[in-house]
């Protein structure tokens, strides 16, 4: 079994392909077709992001072929794209890489704060915590995964479905509110008035 970092580590795509599944099946909570569709999708997406991360990297075949540097296809650390096209160096690599990273442990952690959260309150309306100004953390921390992925490893399937996914689920997100419009009425209405659908709202 390899471990090493670098291409054709398959192992390491199943390894990062099964814990941000559970992930997404588990913090974001898929209830009806619909989520599960979306589901399906963001788990499609993070298949094509470690594919290509520790897998077969076509998206960096293909940047070598157009830039003829075929350090993008054998150099695992060209992988951060973004600073080599840039002309930023490896110190502009290291720097997507923290940056990418930080999002997405970001991410991770607003989505699982609010997921502690929701399963605290027992179905009624969660209001005080993350909850207090943003209506969605766990769709928030979901992007902020996304964009941090895009940053510190980008794939051309990757770019083209970021803003599909980010639509996907602000209307996910506007379906749950509806819902909790009809369920809660008023309250949820003065509570719309005072927070932010996925990012704290900058005055009351």
Same mark, same amino acid.
């Given at each position: 079994?390899?471990?090493? !970092?670098?291409?054709?580590?398959? %192992?390491?795509v199943?390894?990062? @392909? !099964?814990?941000?599944?559970?992930?997404?099946?588990?913090?974001? =909570?898929? *209830?009806? *077709?619909?989520?599960?569709?979306?589901a399906?999708?963001?788990?499609?997406?993070?298949?094509?992001?470690?594919?290509?991360?520790?897998?077969l990297?076509?998206?960096?075949?293909?940047?070598? %072929?157009?830039?003829?540097?075929?350090?993008?296809?054998? &150099?695992h650390? =060209?992988?951060?794209?973004?600073?080599?096209?840039?002309?930023?160096? $490896?110190?502009?690599?290291?720097?997507?890489?923290?940056?990418?990273?930080?999002?997405i @442990?970001?991410?991770?952690?607003?989505?699982?704060?609010?997921? =502690?959260?929701?399963?605290r309150?027992?179905?009624?309306?969660?209001?005080?915590?993350?909850y207090?100004?943003?209506?969605?953390?766990?769709?928030?921390?979901?992007?902020?995964?996304?964009?941090?992925?895009?940053?510190?490893?980008?794939?051309?399937?990757?770019?083209?479905?970021?803003?599909?996914?980010?639509?996907? +689920?602000?209307?996910?997100?506007?379906?749950? $509110?509806?819902?909790?419009?009809?369920?809660?009425? &008023?309250?949820? =209405?003065? +509570?719309?008035?005072?927070?932010?659908?996925?990012?704290?709202?900058?005055?009351?």
């Amino acid at each position: 079994m390899n471990w090493q !970092v670098g291409y054709h580590n398959w %192992w390491l795509v199943t390894f990062y @392909v !099964v814990v941000v599944g559970v992930f997404i099946f588990g913090i974001l =909570r898929p *209830r009806r *077709r619909t989520e599960w569709r979306s589901a399906g999708m963001a788990q499609g997406w993070v298949i094509a992001l470690y594919a290509e991360m520790y897998g077969l990297p076509l998206t960096m075949y293909l940047v070598a %072929w157009l830039t003829g540097q075929s350090e993008y296809a054998t &150099d695992h650390f =060209r992988g951060h794209a973004w600073a080599y096209l840039f002309g930023w160096g $490896e110190t502009g690599a290291i720097m997507c890489d923290v940056l990418g990273q930080l999002c997405i @442990v970001m991410g991770a952690a607003l989505g699982l704060a609010g997921w =502690r959260q929701v399963y605290r309150g027992g179905g009624g309306l969660v209001r005080t915590g993350l909850y207090r100004r943003i209506r969605h953390p766990q769709y928030t921390g979901f992007i902020l995964f996304l964009i941090g992925s895009v940053i510190n490893w980008p794939t051309l399937i990757t770019l083209v479905m970021l803003p599909v996914l980010v639509v996907v +689920y602000y209307r996910l997100a506007k379906q749950e $509110e509806a819902d909790a419009l009809a369920q809660f009425g &008023d309250e949820y =209405r003065r +509570y719309q008035a005072t927070s932010g659908m996925f990012w704290p709202r900058l005055r009351d």
